[in-house]
């Protein structure tokens, strides 16, 4: 809302300063050079402090330049207001990206869509709060009676004109104030909950810490980071080159009433934010690769056709609709990817956030530039379609670098041969003993059965050489009862192979 209430109130801080609205175009400048340091000190603020109390004193940031901003008289006090807003709406895109990854970690696909939801919801809201604050036609009204009465200071400069003048200042004064204080005193009111979140003492960099100890970089994240930079350079370029000359192309090229081109532009940002809403509960379902899949699909599918086939009303309603939907969901979802491989620290995401933001600035103006140099080439349509093959040359690269195996990977890998070579090598020498110890068991079986028979084969010679019932046959006789009762026992000799013996022996 502080960003997009800007365009609709453009005049009135041209009026507020004295300026004409072509003399100021240095405050977008200001804005645009804050967010991007605000992106880098907030990448690197969000690393050694806590969370909740950065984001906090970044939105109360915002509020002191929307306060302020309605009662500046000096453009260049209006300058530096918006190089505030701007540094902290850096702070907060990178913090708030971040602070939902550690929060929710692998679960933050539906809550980071929902987060980038947010801004297309804001950016809806506020031209229309824009329009409540200035009166709608009323303003038109006003405007009218201020031409008048700068007619009549030109030719009779009399009190009455003046007062008039003076008062049509003070009530455009009075509405353009209303707007800014209230979206002021929301953003003061969200502070307060994140000073109350500080107060409680619950910590985010405490949960990324321990995020970075559970997690580990990716063998290549250097080069993912940067690849992510130049994907959402020209992603948001992109978005931003599109939504922002669709418009002067649909009366040039297209040759639409003024009517519809501004349907056709709403096309786009609306089918941009209804896309954003429902990825919310795609994002529940569906994982953040095939999200990003399926977007680079349709917007290349659709820019192509837009390239080529723009000049048919209905290629040109239909192709406008599906890019804006496709285009919707790739930053979020690009996020919530590149946690899944590697780290995503509060460096990680200002890089991801400058890219946009230099996406945003450069590839509009050179299209700019370009259309002016070739007016009679559609250079809008061709930038989408050169961006579209871009993201989808970069995305499967990604991947490729995402997916290969880090030395913690080879580590654990080659952990894990090693226990299997010993539970092999462990298994081999259980065998052996096994047959080791049933090689033990059937010698041992072997003698006792040799030493039997050499003892039952002595008892019958001896029985022989006595004739009859001899004096001799008593001793004997309670002598080969125990040896056939009670065999020699032999070191790892068999129970049950001795029993046999016993029976067998008894039985002779």
Known sequence: MSIAVLGPTFPNLAANVHKNVSDIYYIFVGRSLGYLGGSVLGGVLFDCMNAHLLLALSMFGTTVGLYGIPWCKKSLLLTVLMSVIGASMGILDTGGNVLALNTWGAEAGPHMQALHFSFAVGAFVAPILAKMALGG???????????????????????SAASATSALKHHLGADFLWSYVVIGTYLLLVSFFFFILYSKGSSARDKSKASLQKCTFAKYHYALIMLLFVFFFCYVGAEVTYGSYIFTYAKV??????????????????????????????AACLYPGTMILLSIVGSATSSLCLAFFARHPASLWVGTAVYGASMATIFPSGISWIEQYTVVQGKSASLFVIGAALGEMCIPAVVGYLQGRFQHVPVVMYTALVTSVMTVVLFPLMYKLANAPGESDLKEVSES???????????????????????????????????????KNSVVETSRKIPGDSPAKAPLQPQLDDALCNPPVVAGGSPGRKNVNVDREKND
């Open 417 to 455: 041969e090693d226990r299997k070579a010993l539970l092999s090598n462990s298994g081999l020498n259980e065998d052996e003993e096994d047959e080791e110890d049933a090689g033990e068991w059937n010698e041992a079986d072997f003698e006792v059965i040799e030493m039997n028979d050499t003892l």
């Open 137 to 159: 036609s009323e303003s038109k009204e006003l405007s009218g009676a201020e031409k008048t009465n700068q007619s009549v200071l030109r030719s009779v400069p009399t009190a």
């Open 253 to 282: 090229f297209a040759e639409m009433k003024e009517n519809e081109a501004a349907a056709l532009n709403s096309v786009f940002w609306g089918a941009f934010a209804a896309f954003r809403g429902v990825a919310i509960f795609c």
